[in-house]
């Protein structure tokens, strides 16, 4: 099997890592490619072994689904919420995975916008460019749904439920939910409240005549919004594939993950 492995030139020498792409190699059932930051993921890849956190994998997702190849993940991070895998794994349930494993689709946000054209696994996030507030008027599906005067509106996917959405005091969303998230990040009216909008729906936020924003895609800062413009977020027609490790226990992983979150430990 063709498989690439990735991770940050930062964490190239971690032992887990080293360990698991040697017994791997060994095996002779894989053909490994190495690549990290930008370098383009080779043609014919089948899986993508990602070394990283959560960060990594969702750069990682993203070239993987443009490519075709499906993601399997080992957490060298911190909470490690979209990797199937510890540092503690055994080489041999990963070959295993990699080999054996079913596949699942995960959703990704397409946003357009005088910034660029951009794929989201997790988030597409408008945020204040300054200390003022912003206001943004939501359209769904060409209809107005509400005003927000907010520290930021976040669009987010199921998968990004339990991230910057949740912090912000969204719902969680079980990745085979068909719906995407619309949460006014620390608003300033009593009304405005997250917004749960069919998977198919075209979200559309527009900026007041008088702010700024910044536009952020799954934690990356892809520049400035002027006054006015608008960005428009929907589905992709191009999805994300992670290998499936074991049964669908979601809600298992969830608790043990958010017992975790915020601990450094």
């Known amino acids: 099997m063709d498989i690439a492995a990735y991770t940050k030139s930062t964490l190239t020498d971690h032992p887990a890592r080293l360990r698991i792409l040697d017994a791997l190699r060994a095996s002779g059932e894989f053909s490994i490619s190495e690549i990290q930051g930008s370098m383009p993921i080779p043609q014919g890849t089948e899986r993508l072994l990602v070394f990283g956190g959560d960060g990594t994998m969702l750069d990682a997702a993203v070239r993987?689904?443009?490519?075709?190849?499906?993601?399997?993940?080992?957490?060298?991070?911190?909470?490690?919420?979209?990797?199937q895998f510890e540092t503690d794994a055994s080489p041999e349930d990963?070959?295993?995975?990699?080999?054996?494993?079913?596949?699942?689709?995960?959703?990704?946000?397409?946003c357009r916008s005088a910034a660029g054209n951009f794929l989201a696994l997790n988030d597409v996030v408008l945020r204040s460019d300054g200390t003022r507030p912003l206001t943004v008027s939501l359209f769904v599906d060409?209809?107005?749904?509400?005003?927000?005067?907010?520290?930021?509106?976040i669009v987010a996917t199921p998968t990004g439920s339990t991230a910057?959405?949740?912090?912000?005091?969204?719902?969680?969303?079980?990745?085979e939910v068909d719906a995407v998230i619309v949460n006014p990040v620390c608003p300033h009216t009593l009304?405005?409240?997250?917004?749960?909008?069919?998977?198919?729906?075209?979200?559309?936020?527009?900026?007041?005549?008088e702010e700024s924003a910044r536009l952020v895609v799954d934690g990356r800062d892809e520049g400035v919004l002027r006054a006015s413009s608008v960005i428009a977020v929907r589905r992709s027609q191009t999805e994300a594939r992670f290998v499936k490790?074991?049964?669908?226990?979601?809600?298992?992983?969830?608790?043990?993950?958010?017992?975790?979150?915020g601990t450094t430990a």
Not at 200 to 207: D, F, H, M, T, Y
């Open 142 to 153: 060409g209809q107005f749904a509400d005003c927000y005067r907010s520290d930021g509106v």
């Open 191 to 209: 009304h405005s409240r997250p917004i749960v909008a069919g998977g198919s729906s075209e979200i559309v936020l527009r900026l007041s005549s």
């Open 164 to 175: 910057y959405s949740l912090s912000a005091g969204g719902p969680v969303l079980a990745p």
């Open 245 to 261: 490790v074991g049964e669908n226990r979601f809600y298992e992983r969830l608790l043990s993950k958010m017992n975790r979150w």
């Open 64 to 83: 993987a689904a443009r490519s075709g190849a499906a993601v399997l993940g080992v957490n060298l991070g911190n909470l490690g919420f979209l990797t």
């Open 94 to 110: 990963i070959a295993a995975a990699l080999i054996g494993g079913e596949t699942e689709s995960r959703m990704l946000l397409e």
